[in-house]
């Protein structure tokens, strides 16, 4: 089983930054690309940035392009959101995401809030 744990998230005013961390379960976490997902009150989850296994490849939504970076720590079995230049349609719970053979699996998400 894989168990996803975020963290990181909170208040923040406009303009300003967040980190987010998610820690993942298992000896396979650098085998398997990661992704960000986000969903604000009465939308849809929607997809933020996705990380490729090693590293190498990055992808995100435009309307985070040039303002968020996913990274990964394989050593540490944890991925990161570094989230810039916050705007108030920012404002969701984020989760993290990870594919296996048998199924897609999600963290409990983290509270992202950004004041104008």
């Given at each position: 089983?894989?168990?996803?744990?975020?963290?990181?998230?909170?208040?923040?005013?406009?303009?300003?930054?967040?980190?987010?961390?998610?820690?993942?379960s298992g000896r396979t976490f650098s085998s398997y690309d990661m992704g960000w997902f986000r969903q604000a009150p009465?939308?849809?989850?929607?997809?933020?940035?996705?990380?490729?296994?090693?590293?190498?490849?990055?992808?995100?939504?435009?309307?985070?392009?040039?303002?968020?970076?996913?990274?990964?720590?394989?050593?540490?079995?944890?991925?990161?959101?570094?989230?810039?230049?916050?705007?108030?349609?920012?404002?969701?719970?984020?989760?993290?995401?990870?594919?296996?053979?048998?199924?897609?699996?999600?963290?409990?998400?983290?509270?992202?809030?950004?004041?104008?």
């Amino acid at each position: 089983q894989v168990q996803l744990v975020e963290s990181g998230g909170g208040l923040v005013q406009a303009g300003g930054s967040l980190r987010l961390s998610c820690a993942v379960s298992g000896r396979t976490f650098s085998s398997y690309d990661m992704g960000w997902f986000r969903q604000a009150p009465g939308k849809e989850r929607e997809f933020v940035a996705t990380i490729s296994w090693s590293g190498g490849s990055t992808y995100y939504a435009d309307s985070v392009k040039g303002r968020f970076t996913i990274s990964r720590d394989n050593a540490k079995n944890t991925v990161y959101l570094q989230m810039n230049s916050l705007k108030p349609e920012d404002t969701a719970v984020y989760y993290c995401k990870t594919r296996r053979g048998s199924g897609d699996y999600w963290g409990q998400g983290t509270q992202v809030t950004v004041s104008s």
